[in-house]
């Protein structure tokens, strides 16, 4: 029983009386097709403010105000809110893959995730891969002032240029007219004692300085498959990725590598990478993590877990997948 006015009226018994229904519409009519104030509508109708508020609920219990969403069919809303919950996400962006190769759909639905939340003075930390490369040359031109883009991991990979995050730095800072920090040193150096004499160097210490300051990230999810960058590339040892897969590694995100439970995990790598450590990467706000395939399920899963990321942006059948992992 709907209570109005200290009147008492039913849904149907709302609708049915002419003088009612007119009230109804009328106002409904004032606030949605005209752009009145509830304010406006009380003064113009001599009525409170609060009958307005109550009247304008009724209307959409009764449904003479049904709201459509447009293009709700075609989109993911009511599942990626569920997986925002399931997964403590901030925010997780799934699309309909429109193409065989994933990252084709991903880029233009990452670059559009990124103009949207972009925000003067923002400084963004790239890591590298595939889909980030399809970001990059998705990105529009910004009006955002002051922007800044830098490395979260070296780069310098000759075989294939558009995926390293030196390139990916450069080819963005063009797009958005921001002032790039390249770190001119690759992902992986033969010792830690190497790496160590390089971050004495004032031009290493600055890029790690502005590394810490990002206020957006956006990392690729590396996986443990025979498909990853990292194995093809030759970036790891087969003695390296053996040791890894022993301590149950499942992914990796800007060299960090972690197991289904998010746990990230110690090995010779960590102190011969050029790369943001995990602890500065948590503390970024935004943390974009892009990535799909039946390969990088269980990489998704533990990146989520890991904190590492805190939106996602991948393709829907491996986010029902990843959604059934996280269920467990």
């Known amino acids: 029983m709907l209570i109005y006015n200290g009147d008492k009226y039913g849904g149907?018994?709302?609708?049915?009386?002419?003088?009612?229904?007119?009230?109804?519409?009328?106002?409904?009519?004032?606030?949605?097709?005209?752009?009145?104030?509830?304010?406006?509508?009380?003064?113009?109708?001599?009525?409170?403010?609060?009958?307005?508020?109550?009247?304008?609920?009724?209307?959409?219990?009764?449904?003479?105000?049904?709201?459509?969403?447009?293009?709700?069919?075609d989109q993911n809303v009511e599942f990626e809110t569920k997986f925002e919950n399931i997964s403590g996400l901030n925010e997780a962006m799934i699309i309909n893959c429109e193409s065989d190769n994933i990252n084709d759909s991903l880029g233009p639905a990452a670059a559009s995730y990124l103009e949207r939340i972009l925000k003067d003075d923002d400084i963004i930390g790239f890591s590298r891969g595939r889909a980030l490369s399809s970001l990059v040359s998705n990105l529009s031109e910004s009006d955002k002032k002051n922007l800044t883009v830098t490395q979260l991991v070296g780069g310098l990979n000759a075989e294939e240029s558009s995926t390293n995050s030196d390139d990916i730095v450069r080819y963005s800072s063009e797009t958005l007219n921001a002032k790039p920090y390249f770190m001119y040193a690759p992902i992986i150096v033969e010792s830690r004692e190497l790496r160590d004499s390089m971050l004495k160097e004032s031009f290493f210490s600055q890029v790690y300085d502005k590394m810490?300051?990002?206020?957006?990230?956006?990392?690729?999810?590396?996986?443990?498959?025979?498909?990853?960058?990292?194995?093809?590339?030759?970036?790891?040892?087969?003695?390296?990725?053996?040791?890894?897969?022993?301590?149950?590694?499942?992914?990796?995100?800007?060299?960090?590598?972690?197991?289904?439970?998010?746990?990230?995990?110690?090995?010779?790598?960590?102190?011969?990478?050029?790369?943001?450590?995990?602890?500065?990467?948590?503390?970024?706000?935004?943390?974009?993590?892009?990535?799909?395939?039946?390969?990088?399920?269980?990489?998704?899963?533990?990146?989520?877990?890991?904190?590492?990321?805190?939106?996602?942006?991948?393709?829907?059948?491996?986010?029902?997948?990843?959604?059934?992992?996280?269920?467990?």
Do not use: W
Request: hydrophobic content about 35%.
């Open 12 to 73: 149907q018994q709302i609708l049915a009386n002419p003088t009612n229904k007119n009230e109804f519409v009328k106002v409904a009519y004032y606030y949605y097709k005209t752009g009145m104030t509830q304010n406006e509508i009380a003064n113009k109708m001599s009525m409170s403010r609060q009958r307005v508020n109550r009247i304008l609920k009724k209307c959409l219990e009764t449904g003479i105000v049904k709201i459509v969403i447009q293009d709700y069919e």
């Open 212 to 328: 810490k300051n990002c206020t957006v990230a956006v990392v690729g999810i590396g996986d443990m498959s025979d498909e990853s960058e990292y194995v093809q590339r030759s970036f790891l040892t087969e003695q390296e990725c053996t040791i890894l897969r022993d301590k149950k590694a499942v992914g990796e995100i800007c060299t960090h590598y972690f197991d289904i439970n998010g746990n990230i995990i110690q090995s010779d790598i960590n102190g011969r990478v050029f790369s943001i450590d995990h602890e500065n990467l948590n503390n970024i706000p935004i943390r974009i993590g892009i990535g799909g395939g039946a390969q990088k399920v269980k990489a998704i899963v533990g990146a989520i877990r890991s904190n590492l990321i805190n939106v996602l942006i991948t393709d829907y059948d491996t986010a029902m997948t990843v959604y059934d992992n996280l269920d467990k």
